[in-house]
């Protein structure tokens, strides 16, 4: 039968040549879409690792401050910024505040490595306060977190979160392992002179999750260091992250922005809700999974139009091969049968070339930080698809082949 389906497919060969380059590429573009759809929704389902609700995030802008020591003297930024905290901790409807170098639902990260053996590891690294695990809510699963007392310790605490345990240290306990030179890593415009950058890093606490880039990323290694805000510092944190009351009205923004003014008037600051950030941040990917699967769509409807209006001209032209296949006793079934066999030879034949493309993906690292299960998965279930789409596209044509009588193929001209 399989003779007889390619020799079909070859006397029709420029029309089905067509619908099978159509098949061809509504199989990568859905299978594009599903991976990525099937991503974004498997990455949703893991803790996120910090909670959003009710928080606020103020920039502070020092304006002679760019990310190194300032043009101020030390002792005077120290000495505004702490005004500034001060005035943040005495506002009312202020639960918790924290300091960091960089908030969630950011696009603002930096990337760093860590060196085992031969094997050169990335992560992200952040900088934060003693009370950062509190108003963020993070969840310490081993060790603990910064506390006042690390203040006396002559090398810097380092929190890091399950997934770099899991790349660094594998089943081992990471607790009092040590990483060399973390603050040079994390702040690189230390100079070789300066104790603060060449003081080792040591673990002492895990903390859950973490995808500080929001519910559709993936997790990556975090490396979080302490930045005491009681201790001489050359530089500063940049974001107070600020826990308030349930139900706080945006009003309170005007007056809050009024008492950071009046703390350090020649300072800009920029106030922002950590969970209106969340919901810019989900609506891009959002809007990116709809745009894609728009696409598709119309894609598979091209396909589907092309398929119907091929098999229905093909039963068409083909009144005297059904006739005569019923006269010789072919039943109803068996004309039906041929003529979805047909068609899902010639979608066989479009997904081959498909499926061997694909498989060549993560042979050229194209696939990213797509897992294996979700790449294999997105494969069968893209397949199934199109075999679903082809079904339905030949329901009709063949119900129509099976209502050609033997007598039709002798007045056939």
Known sequence: MKWHFLKMVWNRKRTNLLIILEIFVSFLILFAVVAFGSYCFNNYRLPLGFSYQNLWVIHVDPKTYNYGPSILPEQALQEKYRQVLSAV????????????AYMPYSDTEVLRFYEKGNRRIYFLGHEA????????????????????SDDALNWHPIVVNEEFVRLVFGSEDPLGKTVPNVMNKLRPGGTAGDPYYQIEGRIVGVIRGFRNEGEYSIQKPYVFCRRSLNKPFSDML???????????????????????????KDWSFR?????DLRKQKLRVT??????????????????AFGLLGVLWQSVTQRTTEIGL???????????????LGELFFI???????????????????????????????????????????????????GWLATRVRPAEALHYE
């Not at 950062?132 to 006042?148: C, S």
């Not at 990116?288 to 091209?302: D, N, P, Q, R, S």
């Not at 979700?374 to 279930?381: C, D, H, K, N, V």
Request: glycine share 6%; net charge positive; proline share 5%.
């Open 347 to 397: 979608t066989t034949l479009a997904l081959i070339p498909g499926i061997l493309l694909i498989v060549q993906f993560p042979l050229l690292n194209l696939i990213g930080d797509l897992k294996t299960s979700i790449y294999l998965y997105s494969i069968a279930l893209s397949m199934i698809l199109i075999y679903a789409l082809t079904l339905i596209c030949g329901l009709y044509p």
């Open 129 to 148: 306060s003693d009370d950062f695990k509190d108003v963020m809510n993070l969840q310490v699963v081993r060790g603990r977190w910064f506390e006042p």
């Open 286 to 303: 959002e809007l990116a999974i709809l745009l894609a699967a728009v696409v598709a769509g119309f894609l598979m409807l091209m396909v």
């Open 325 to 339: 296949r019923r006269a010789q006793g072919a039943t109803a079934g068996d004309v039906y049968r041929q003529i």
């Open 89 to 100: 901790r005495n506002f009312p409807r202020i639960r918790g505040m924290a300091a960091a």
């Open 271 to 275: 106030v922002y809700s950590l969970e």
């Open 238 to 264: 940049s974001n107070i992250a600020i826990k308030l009351n349930p139900g706080t009205p945006r009003s309170f923004e005007e007056k809050l922005i009024k008492a950071l003014n009046s703390a350090a």
